[in-house]
């Protein structure tokens, strides 16, 4: 007899936590390595823009195309592929001998990395009825911030215990490790044994399991698909409604990610061990912001009778005001000061991001929105790339004070289009009626 797992939904969504992690150690360990790692391998930092550029531009490539993947193949074998992948390709940063090698490096990690957030939001899409999944979202972008604090003091240590090359080691070593986790412990809601049969029904996993048992090939499972049809969801206003706001917002998480370290370093006159003791701060402040954006909205909802899609647009605009104090990280004189204020706008930054890029699984079918969201984060990553790109080129002429300007001012411009652009469907689909009324 298999044992039932209470709340099991939480577990699936904490396992892929675990793996945000790993894939944000991955993803920062280079920014931290930066002022070692350009000083042995003799890297400037307009060729370091180029290299952080070339993930920049993978990235968004990526986040459609494991989008759809996820949505075909289902998020089992999405991320054990995609998960290998970045692990592997981080280990390879250690036997790199110049920034071109790091240049194909950080564009194949870019490729393979963008899987976590389309494939997050499809879990959290089948695992959680509609009020809970901007908490769920939430949860598993936890990751994204704990791997981001976790990133300076691991490297810092095994640098200077080690060396630069042992970092990239360890880091892969421990995505590896959560492959083979994730290959034992998930499966789809309609086939995982521990899922008792009221949480199913809570989550509307029986619904759907009767509904694509009709549709779904034989053996199918209900893990993958027939695939989204891309160009209707372009066309449709919705998507550019969340998929513009995304352009805006994502320059300050590439900034926060890839520029900060360095920033602390060259402007404010850090140390490896000052940086390992700061940089990790702006990212507990993105952790309590993942934890408010979700559940405040629900809250709203619960409250005030706000529709769930209305609560997050109120819940980015008001993160968008508060994301105004990152525009004097540039101006102020004390280095704690700065650092608070970038600690602000991770802050509200990651409180904005999960409103909108939950409203994927609000605003489109349960089966598209692993191509949804990747679609989103190609538009998101242009406005990355592009952001970088002119950072990494006029940092040494201009300063950062005009860029930090430029992210603390950017929100608002998301806000507008969100409210403009986003129309709430005018009815619940059918599968979430049934989930909400078994709620009920």
Not at 228 to 242: A, D, M, S
Request: positive net charge.
């Amino acid at each position: 007899m298999t044992i039932k797992v209470r709340g099991l939904r939480w577990w699936m969504i904490g396992l892929l936590t675990l793996g945000t992690i790993t894939n944000y150690l991955a993803r920062s360990s280079l920014s931290v390595a930066a002022p070692t790692v350009l000083e042995h391998l003799h890297i400037s930092t307009h060729e370091y823009g180029w290299i952080t550029g070339a993930f920049l531009v993978m990235y968004p490539l990526g986040a459609p195309l494991t989008g759809y993947l996820m949505d075909r193949v289902g998020l089992r074998i999405g991320f054990l592929l995609c998960g290998a992948a970045w692990s592997l390709i981080c280990i390879a940063h250690g036997f790199a001998s110049g920034w071109v090698g790091l240049f194909v490096l950080r564009g194949l990690l870019g490729l393979v990395e963008a899987a976590f957030l389309p494939g997050g939001m499809r879990a959290a899409a089948y695992w959680f009825p509609p009020h809970e999944r901007g908490t769920a979202a939430g949860v598993f972008n936890l990751g994204t911030s704990t791997g981001a604090i976790l990133a300076p003091p691991l490297i810092a240590w095994s640098i200077l215990h080690y060396s630069w090359h042992v970092a990239f080691m360890i880091v892969g070593a421990l995505g590896l490790a959560w492959v083979v986790l994730w290959l034992l412990l998930y499966r789809h809601p309609d086939r995982h044994p521990a899922l008792s049969k009221q949480e199913a029904a809570y989550i509307g996993a029986t619904r759907e399991a009767r509904e694509a048992g009709s549709r779904a090939p034989r053996g199918s499972g209900g893990s993958g698909g027939s695939g989204p049809k891309l160009f209707e969801i372009l066309r449709q206003r919705n998507f550019w409604g969340i998929a513009l706001p995304r352009f805006c917002a994502d320059p300050v998480w590439g900034t926060l990610v890839y520029w900060m370290p360095l920033y602390l370093y060259q402007a404010r006159g850090f140390d490896l061990k000052a940086i390992a003791l700061t940089a990790w701060l702006p990212f507990v402040a993105a952790d309590l912001g993942c934890m408010v954006g979700g559940p405040l909205s629900a809250w709203l909802k619960r409250r005030f009778d706000v529709p769930i899609v209305d609560g997050k647009r109120i819940v980015f605009t008001g993160a968008a005001v508060l994301m105004i104090g990152m525009a004097g990280v540039g101006f102020v004189r004390d280095p704690a000061l700065a650092v608070l204020l970038l600690c602000i706008g991770g802050f509200a930054h990651q409180a904005l991001s999960i409103t909108v890029i939950s409203m994927s699984a609000d605003l489109f079918p349960r089966g598209e929105v692993g191509t949804v969201t990747g679609l989103a984060g190609f538009v998101a990553g242009l406005g990355n790339f592009a952001f970088t790109l002119t950072m990494g080129w006029f940092v040494a002429r201009v300063g950062y004070t005009p860029f930090f300007v430029a992210l603390g001012c950017g929100d608002l411009l998301g806000a507008l289009l969100l409210w403009t652009l986003v129309r709430r469907p005018s009815m619940v689909p059918v599968q979430e009626a049934a989930a909400r009324d078994v709620s009920a």
